[in-house]
């Protein structure tokens, strides 16, 4: 149980350090950033959640950037990607990021390019 809580808490500070780092830069566009965002699920009408939103204002209306965090021990494989992208078609997101503090497989980053998801690795952010 001990070890579960550390990995959490892991995961965690990960989201929160991406979230600091995107705040930083979110002043200069206009947009605003929501940390742990629910939004609405199309098909179930659950809350789920996002690590991280971007929201930019637009004159057609908000324009929602999500990233996912992943800190997991291995690299993001073609089944987080997918999944990740299933939930941004599904609440309403128009552009996914996923920030992963181990990279990717080589057939993640091209599933990601394939559903226009953004793969960025710590080093880069």
């Known amino acids: 149980m001990k070890e579960a809580v550390s990995l959490e808490r892991l995961g965690q500070r990960f989201h929160n350090f991406v979230a ?7 002043h200069q566009d206009g947009a605003t950033v929501a940390s742990s965002l629910r939004l609405r699920d199309k098909d179930t009408g659950q809350l789920r959640e996002h690590d991280v939103v971007i929201i930019r204002r637009t004159h ?3 324009n929602l950037t999500a990233i996912e ?25 128009h552009h996914g990021i996923v920030v992963a503090a181990n990279g990717f497989t080589s057939t993640a980053r091209t599933k990601a390019k394939a559903l226009n998801l953004t793969c960025i690795e710590l080093a880069e952010a």
């Not at 600091?20 to 979110?26: K, S, T």
């Not at 965090?69 to 997101?93: H, L, M, S, Y």
């Open 20 to 26: 600091i780092l995107e705040r930083m830069f979110a």
């Open 60 to 62: 057609h209306g908000p």
């Open 69 to 93: 965090c992943r800190d997991q021990g291995r690299k993001v494989g073609v089944p987080q990607i997918e999944a990740f992208a299933k939930k941004c078609e599904k609440t309403g997101i």
